[in-house]
């Protein structure tokens, strides 16, 4: 693995040899509006793991090393049931060997439908702990005290905070903005912008600060705000960056590229999906040939849509697929009874 300096000095030895941290670009065709005077591509970082979405597969590259390290066999995962994080972490802490909880808020709907059924089938009943709404905002307390009591017992246990928010994933983080910088002498040419979705805002935050390291100060980078607000982006920013700096041993670059924050166009609120949404996958399917996950990823390409039809950028634009197929299973029943619509 080798990576431009300084990210070479500061993340080549702290990621996982075996995983992939290159994705493919290539044009999109079909569903965006399309102009001679804008190439669109897209960047598959769904292929970066057929069971993990391309976000967390990044995050994972420098986490699992940390874990190692860190000599704990237990680990202790939240998040909601349907969360992308539990299920892919899950999947490769028990690749190898690790002895995997859950502390899983729970679900609304009581059906195993999924990401829920995907996990229960990974995980034994015993091993996931539900916890009401009442107590959820106390998850991490609950899941702290779980790992003091192994520890009593001579087996410690690591706790991965939801959405894997944590110093462990920097570096894993940082490859995005270099993938990025392979891309664009592969296909020789320049994004004028980037379009990418957040939830913790952890993936964008690592594209931005990765692009900061690499003096690149294009493309402008819109993000499509799936969860959070601009505020709590930007304190996250703040957190990431001084852990940076820290490790770096020396100031950051000062230049940065343009950030512009989107709201989703429809169903605004996190996790929510209404009838545009479960229509533009199939409209997305059907003109792209892209299967992908209502929540995080239909919603940012029907963002991006909207925004387009509202002022149609020029040059080289680059749309990021951090989703996957996967994230379309707990939606089988409502894209079933569509058919007959579309
Ligand atoms: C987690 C996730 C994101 C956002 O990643 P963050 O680092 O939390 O901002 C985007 N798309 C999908 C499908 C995800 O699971």
Redesign the pocket.
């Known amino acids: 693995m080798s990576f431009p300096e300084p990210l070479q000095q500061l993340i080549g030895d702290r990621l996982d040899r075996e995983l992939n941290w290159k994705s493919r670009c290539h044009p999109l065709v079909g569903y965006l509006p399309q102009r001679p005077s804008t190439p669109l591509f897209i960047k598959r970082e769904d292929e970066l793991n057929a069971n993990v979405?391309?976000?967390?597969q990044r995050?994972y590259l420098s986490l699992l090393p940390a874990l190692e390290h860190s000599g704990n066999r237990r680990i202790i995962l939240i998040g909601s049931a349907h969360?992308?994080?539990v299920l892919?972490l899950t999947q490769l802490l028990r690749n190898r060997n690790y002895d995997v909880r859950a502390l899983v808020k729970m679900p609304g709907n009581k059906a195993l439908t999924g990401n829920h059924l995907l996990l229960s089938l990974l995980l034994p009943g015993d091993c996931i702990h539900y916890i009401s709404h009442r107590d959820w905002p106390d998850v991490e307390q609950i899941a702290r005290q779980e790992a003091n009591r192994w520890a009593v017992r001579g087996t410690p246990a690591a706790v991965i905070p939801e959405?894997?928010?944590s110093e462990a994933v920097l570096p894993g983080?940082l490859t995005l903005a270099a993938d990025l910088q392979h891309n664009c002498t592969a296909l020789k040419l320049q994004f004028r912008d980037i379009w990418t979705?957040?939830?913790?805002?952890?993936?964008?935050?690592?594209l931005l600060l990765g692009m900061r390291l690499l003096g690149m100060t294009q493309p402008r980078v819109h993000i499509t705000q799936?969860?959070?607000d601009p505020d709590a982006f930007q304190q996250r920013y703040r957190q990431f960056e001084s852990w940076l700096v820290r490790q770096l041993g020396s100031p950051l670059p000062s230049s940065s590229p343009e950030v512009r924050f989107i709201k989703p166009a429809t169903a605004a609120s996190y996790g929510s999906v209404n009838k545009t949404i479960l229509h533009a996958t199939g409209h997305i399917a059907r003109e792209t040939g892209l299967l992908m996950?209502p929540?995080?990823?239909v919603k940012?390409f029907y963002t991006v849509k909207c925004e387009m039809e509202r002022h149609m950028p020029t040059g080289p634009q680059l749309i990021l697929y951090?989703?996957?197929t996967l994230?379309l299973c707990g939606f089988q029943s409502q894209l079933a009874s569509l058919q007959t619509i579309v």
């Open positions: 979405v391309g976000t967390k995050k969360s992308n994080n892919g959405g894997g928010y983080i979705d957040s939830g913790t805002g952890v993936s964008a935050i690592g799936i969860a959070g996950d929540v995080y990823s940012h951090n989703g996957g994230g």
